[in-house]
């Protein structure tokens, strides 16, 4: 099955600077990849996510890169405000019928003001 | 906008007793599914249910697991007779179509089993 792996764990950024948080998968069959934030104690919301048909989809101060050759993508985000500050998950669907997300196993982002 | 619930938001159980975990998915979505997180760990697929049947369940979702839509608006998640490792956050999701689509998340029933 799909294995998905995501680092850092922990990352911390300036207020203003940017955060990048990367992910690869294992299966080459998956072609959907969202991006869920989770506050604490919170459900998790979807931010951004990408096809397997793009490289790149932007959303103001969110991009996500896609590299199918590579099996990696990437989550940008440009001038970080401390409510950044949450759980970021990254997710990897196959299209083998069933729709099951496999998340990554979080980064912990904090945004020092 | 419309939101996927659940009810409760909190439950504490004894070990060896049954709970049921109620979601609402989103009106006019067709698929289901559930998931668990561990406290401090990534969220893990459970099963997914369209067409009042299971799509797919993972090894963790085994015989101590059902699920039903015993209505047109609600899907529950039964566990039969809980454990100590049963202890988690449950989210239901929903999504409109199923191939690459967006699931929306439920915002937890946090279960407790001591």
């Known amino acids: 099955g799909e294995n998905v792996e995501q680092h850092p764990s922990t990352l911390s950024v300036q207020e203003g600077d940017s955060a990048v948080i990367k992910c690869t998968y294992s299966?080459?069959?998956?072609?959907?990849f969202p991006w869920y934030k989770q506050e604490l104690g919170k459900r998790p919301q979807l931010i951004i996510d990408?096809?397997?048909?793009?490289g790149e989809k932007k959303d103001q101060r969110i991009a996500v890169t896609l590299n199918k050759t590579a099996k990696h993508f990437s989550l940008h985000i440009t001038e970080t405000q401390p409510e950044d500050s949450a759980v970021y998950f990254c997710?990897?669907?196959?299209?083998?019928?069933?729709?099951?997300?496999?998340f990554g196993t979080g980064t912990r982002l904090t945004i020092i003001p | 906008e419309p939101e996927v619930t659940q009810t409760p938001s909190h439950q504490v159980t004894q070990m060896g007793q049954e709970v049921i975990l109620r979601c609402v998915p989103i009106?006019?979505?067709?698929?289901f599914y559930w998931y668990r997180q561990i406290l401090g760990q990534k969220v893990e697929f459970l099963v997914s249910?369209?067409?009042?049947?299971?799509?797919?369940k993972s090894e963790i979702f085994d015989d101590q697991f059902s699920v039903e839509r015993p209505d047109g608006s609600n899907f529950t998640l039964k566990i039969r007779s809980t454990k100590l490792e049963d202890s988690a956050m449950y989210f239901c999701?929903?999504?409109?179509?199923?191939?690459?689509?967006?699931?929306?998340f439920g915002p937890g029933t946090r279960l407790l089993v001591l």
């Open positions: 299966d080459s069959a998956s072609n959907y």
């Open positions: 990408i096809r397997s048909n793009v």
């Open positions: 999701a929903s999504s409109l179509q199923q191939r690459q689509e967006t699931q929306y």
């Open positions: 009106s006019n979505h067709l698929y």
């Open positions: 997710a990897a669907t196959a299209t083998d019928g069933n729709e099951k997300l496999t």
């Open positions: 249910f369209y067409n009042n049947e299971i799509s797919e």
